[in-house]
């Protein structure tokens, strides 16, 4: 009777060692997260493998995301039929269409912006330029150009600068540009803005000024007609000019036989006179006038 009453005895009810670690295995975070998430995905993954090993199937899937990419990008809504070019002068905006040598209509995805962008504002006459797509299929470029400020002669021909001394290109005609001063002499472009103000305080000067030459890159000598030159210092120069041309004003100084007026020196400007003139003043120093005795 005992050992039948032990039998019947109830089960323990404690787990066993392993179904305890089980437990308290599912009871970690990382591991939940684990069997979620990371077990599917090593399948799914393996399996991706798997069928990836097989060029055949590889290609297949290529050509069909391939094609699923054509199929967008050749919407009609994202085609770009012309290029609108807005800011420039006629001739610069030729230059644009033809270095963006683009065969429209194209899909804006096969567009890069930032290297139009930077092609278009590495063009000497261009300051600045701003590329973007506007609705209907039109790539605006928005471009700042500069503005020619001088002419440069050179032994290569006569180059178009802007204020900064940034080559532009070459000027085809001095006659296009007759507001503009002529420069000459090495280090004449980097001194763009100096020689604007000598052109405007050589204005009274007239159709008498031809030009301005950088000495030794860092003075001016004002060119004029009849092969005179104004030497000028190479401190405050507009000030010596206009001090050359109020004595014009006053005793027509410049319309004299002399070669050169040099304002090197401030207090001490001198004239060089021709050499026709200089001998003319000698033989009249030189020459003695006799005076009738009539006694």
């Known amino acids: 009777m005992l050992n039948r009453a032990s039998k019947r005895r109830k089960a323990d009810p404690a787990p066993s060692r392993w179904s305890y ?14 069997l979620r998430l990371g077990v599917p995905f090593a399948l799914t993954f393996s399996l991706g493998l798997v069928y990836l090993s097989d060029e055949a199937r590889r290609t297949e899937l290529q050509d069909v995301v391939a094609e699923m990419r054509a199929n967008i990008e050749e919407r009609p809504e994202f085609m770009v039929h012309l290029m609108q070019v807005d800011g420039a002068s006629e001739d610069v905006a030729s230059a644009i269409h033809e270095i963006i040598s683009i065969k429209f209509p194209v899909s804006s995805f096969d567009i890069e912006l930032s290297n139009i962008q930077k092609t278009i504002a590495d063009m000497n006459p261009v300051s600045s330029a701003n590329v ?3 609705p209907g ?3 605006q470029v928005m471009v700042d150009e500069r503005q020619v400020a001088a002419l440069w002669r050179t032994h290569d021909g006569l180059f178009r600068l802007d204020k900064e001394g940034v080559y532009i290109g070459i000027a085809l005609d001095r006659n296009n540009y007759p507001k503009l001063p002529i420069l000459a002499g090495d280090g004449a472009d980097a001194a763009v803005v100096e020689a604007q103000e000598l052109m405007a305080t050589a204005a009274p000067l007239g159709s008498r000024l031809k030009g301005f030459v950088r000495m030794g890159a860092r003075r001016w000598d004002v060119v004029l007609d ?3 030159r104004i030497m000028l210092p ?3 120069p507009v000030r010596a000019l ?16 002399l070669a050169r007026v040099d304002m090197r020196l401030a207090h001490r400007p001198t004239i060089r006179m021709n050499e026709n003139a200089v001998q003319e003043l000698w033989r009249i120093k030189t020459t003695a006038v006799k005076v009738p005795d009539n006694e």
């Open 234 to 236: 190479k401190d405050d």
């Open 21 to 34: 670690r089980l437990q308290r295995l599912m009871l970690t975070p990382l591991f939940r997260f684990s």
């Open 242 to 257: 206009e001090r050359v041309i109020a004595l014009n004003q006053v005793q027509d100084v410049l319309e004299r036989d």
């Open 226 to 228: 009849r092969d005179q």
């Open 137 to 139: 299929g039109v790539l």
């Open 132 to 134: 973007h797509l506007q």
